[in-house]
């Protein structure tokens, strides 16, 4: 199994690094690990698994939260934000980088995943953040981090899928969800003002400060928020006032940032088509490598590499700290192949068992689940921010991967955090 | 790199935007309808109740048109990404039969991938396969415009490597990849 | 050999318990010349590609949710038929008979159905005490496929298209009043969170089915090949005897978590009977002549014609 699990890693690095496309990395390195290790004929396991991922309702909403982000970048509706939102942060270290993290914060709520978060709030920040002066790095490095919260703040796809797997209260993982959501926003927050005030400001890489401004024309400046803040309202308003599920919402979305545009002046036949065509591109792009990254898992699933690795933790008899621990490296490494849905597929049914004999609330193991998958959203090769960053500016996969570090040490506070006062998580859903 | 089949690539990216574009009036429509019962209960009135039947088993199977034809379109505009931080160090005339490489690997998994799929077509019409939802939707039909989007790739990818091809074997030390420069121009535009 | 099973279910339920009960069984009945391997939770196949990658060959068995197959012949649905089989004892007596019919419409796809296993009894969530047949009017009933919508729309609901993993959130948020499913759905996906009664109004009994490929089968040797069998013979009433312990425990654990769970009174239930009736009469419409004389033999045998 050893054999096993380098060889496929050293095809998948091997592929990549030669610069195939992503995606046909990903196709390629299934076909071979099924050639090679299983008696299966990849050929027609390929085209089931591709056409069974293409279709669906639930991932509706990327395509369409994709073509949103396209309108408010391509309306102006982005810049307008930022001209309200410069006056305001002008004083908190780090100004308009928190934009980031707040954004992906708010979008969050909105949207049940994170390539959609991140694509969304992406294509408004990057291009202003970098126009601004803003260091990329730390540009990049927020948005990818913060935009993984899409899974942790409620609505989330990831925590259905494990309630669903597990039986486990929807609702409540949802309450559950909003305490370390808030705590990593805090800590990524923390950290932006601390490398503000002892790096980033001495090289220039915090943008230029607005000239001072009154309150009253701070406040008179505001109304260029109005438009996004009557966007994100309307959308959370139609699915917390029964008129739109959340996958219903990004359709939605599409229809208010088209008639919020409009409204401002800032709409014409040009930008809808223009936005529609990228947005045709991006999802594409995402949906190619969803379907590469289902079939890679396919593989796994038939040579069962993720379980039996899963199986050497469970036969280690280990205490549930160091159970903890065991599970977190496993699932950080199968992170780096696999994503975040196929992730937990792959391993509850092995690890489920383990986790309740060791006593862990399953609420609190959801929420701890989803942040580690969350972590394996920014981790090389396969990691679906990085993707979808590297679609929105063009930057190495590596470069971002280094851009994102610290936040993801940051994660791994979070959980360390979690797990010390259980609270975090456990506070609401038990109030409830 | 030019295409002579561009305006076939093209095609397929307006289906996908056609597509687009349904998924997104459909659902709008139905959550309309809702916000009219909705009003109608606030002013004591009864509701309508209406709906657009099976809604999301149209957008679902629409997916596929609105991501599996735009797959040829999104490749010549350079938007599929690929990790190029270290074959972009390589002199161009080592570089051109990497770029072979990379191009002959993803050509002969869309063959595979559009062999595979025509048999998945022949077997859901054999067999009369159909949606389990509300509307028993021909499979065969969104199957077919999957297989449209993989075929019109493979045309493009057929395209690409004869292109490198020739310059691999012609002129190897003029080859310049040209997504680079692509994908940086279409952040700023 | 080697066998792959896929199944949409997680190991929380026990279908799935049962299924790998099924499977461990197999390896010691063969001594390990057979061993199957489940993938439960959707997590190699998912649901609807499950049929047609066993048929592909790709994997060897499957578990579905049989009516997801309705659109593929009426003799899928009956087992979602309001009040045509209400209790354990009918719903196995319906499935005995409806066997023949559907083992032919599986072998025509070279499938084999093993063994198949009931949900409890499906009932009605509500968030108010259900009492009179009234109440139905214009209430939104969650339809999670085509009987259903017809039954509610018989009943003077108005049927709503809810994902299932969308559930708490419609009834929360008031897209839903009500949905119809079993005490075990319900208890899964922690119903109390967002309803407060429950009609146990044993309206139908669905299945899942377990099948393999037939040509995975043909390629074992004849000892193993019984094996098999012996041990789906032994799964269906392993199956159905959890299928009943789940009821019990499900039903318990609802009253547990504070929803009041009531028999409907004889209004209601007339009217419940009243349009599942009517659905019977436009289900005979579409069956073939075989599909309608299985059950017409069936409701002479229960003699509740
Ligand atoms: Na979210
Ligand atoms: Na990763």
Known sequence: MLIMSLVTTLILFVLLGSGVWIAFALIGTAWLSLAMFTSFAPGPILASDFWGSSYGWDLTALPMFIWMGEILFRSGLANNMFRGLSPWLNRLPGRLLHTNIIGSGMFAAVCGSSAATCATVGKMTVPELEKRGYDSNMAIGTLASASTLGLLIPPSIMLIVYGVVTEQSISRLFMAGIGPGALILLLFMSFLVGWALLIGNRHGGTGIADPAMSLVDKIRNSWQLLPILALIGGIIGSIYGGLASPTEAAAVGVVLAMLIARYNGHFNREIFRDSLFAAVRTATMIAFIIAGASFLTSAMGFTQIPSRLAQVIAGMGLSPTALLVALTLLLLVLGCFLDGISLILLVTSIIMPMIETAGFDLIWFGIYLVIVVEMSQITPPVGFNLFVIQGLTGKDILTITRATIPFFLLMLLAIALMYQFPAIALYLPQAM | ?189 | AQWNLATPYGDASFHTENTKQFAEDVAEATDGELTINVHSGGSLVEHGEIKSSVRRGTINAGEIFLSTLSNESPIYEVDTLPGVAGSYEEAYQLWEVTKPVINDLFAEEGLMPLYAVAWPAQGIYTDFELTDPDEFDGLRVRAPNINTQRFIENLGGSPTETEESDIPNAFSTGRVDAMITSSSTGNAMTAWDYVSHYTDANLWLPKNIVFISRDAYQQLDESTQDAVMEAAAEAEERGWELSRQDNEDSLQALQDNGITVSEPNDAVAEALQAAGDELYESWLERADERAEQVLENYRQQVGND
């Open chain 2, 1 to 189: 790199m030019r295409f002579r089949l561009l305006k076939l690539y093209n095609l397929g990216a307006w289906g996908a935007a056609l597509c687009m574009i349904a998924i997104c009036g459909l659902v709008a429509l139905q959550v309309l309808l809702r916000c009219v019962d909705g009003l109608l209960v606030l002013f004591g009135a009864a509701r309508l109740g209406l709906g657009i039947t099976g809604f999301s088993e149209i957008a679902a199977y629409l997916l596929v048109g609105a991501t599996g034809l735009g797959l040829a379109y999104t490749f010549v505009h350079h938007a599929h990404i690929r990790v190029t931080l270290l074959v972009s160090r390589l002199p161009p005339a080592v570089r051109v039969w990497t770029e072979v490489f990379c191009l002959a690997v993803a050509l002969s998994l869309t063959v595979a991938l559009t062999y595979g799929l025509t048999q998945l077509i022949d077997e859901s019409i054999e067999f009369q396969d159909v949606s389990s939802g509300f509307l028993s939707i021909p499979l065969w039909i969104p199957q077919t415009a999957l297989m449209v989007g993989v075929g019109l790739l493979c045309l493009a990818l057929i395209e690409a490597l004869l292109t490198t091809l020739k310059t691999a074997l012609t002129t190897p030390s003029r080859f310049h990849s040209d997504d680079a420069d692509d994908s940086r121009e279409e952040s700023h535009n």
